[in-house]
């Protein structure tokens, strides 16, 4: 699973870029299990249970990207392509729409379905906050006299769209 480093390298640079303009504002996603439902909180102060007789993470994949689209409008180009099981690897693919795959790998022995498809989701709605994030600080380095500026958040810009396509 050599080519899965470039994906964990990516994943990385989204991280660091996560920390260094939304540190506090990123989307965390807590899940608690229950007989028959699994309850799911964030921080922005949503909470919601699904209640679902198939634990698959396609399925709980797919709800928690109904749950968020509405807020988080990049999250409708993205769709879970595959999940792979090499060795004691477990990898779920995502592509979003004009944009490169992504793996989220876990390692089998811990893996979980419902924190595996929040991770996913976490990660595209950080993307877009980012995204907001980045082009605010663009635009206003735009009005100033600094193209130099402008220049460098470009670039950043360019970076997060390698996630995602956003409107």
């Known amino acids: 699973m050599m080519v899965s480093l470039y994906y964990i390298f990516q994943r990385k640079r989204a991280e660091l870029l996560f920390n260094k303009y939304i540190r506090k504002k990123t989307l965390k996603i807590t899940i608690k299990h229950g007989k028959n439902k699994t309850e799911f909180a964030d921080n922005e102060n949503r909470m ?19 749950a968020y689209s509405d807020s988080y409008k990049s999250i409708n180009n993205v769709k879970m392509t595959g999940m792979l099981n090499v060795g004691r690897t477990v990898a779920i693919e995502t592509a979003a729409k004009g944009s490169k795959a992504i793996y989220f790998t876990y390692k089998r022995e811990s893996f979980c379905p419902s924190s595996a498809s929040s991770s ?48």
């Open 48 to 66: 919601f249970d699904l209640r679902t007789k198939s634990s698959t993470v396609s399925d709980i994949f797919r709800k928690l990207k109904d």
């Open 120 to 167: 996913v989701i976490e990660h595209y709605a950080n993307c877009e906050k980012l995204y907001d994030r980045l082009l605010w600080l663009h635009n206003e380095a735009a009005s100033r006299p600094r193209p130099d500026i402008e220049d460098y958040y470009k670039n950043e810009l360019v970076k997060v769209c390698d996630f995602n396509t956003f409107g």
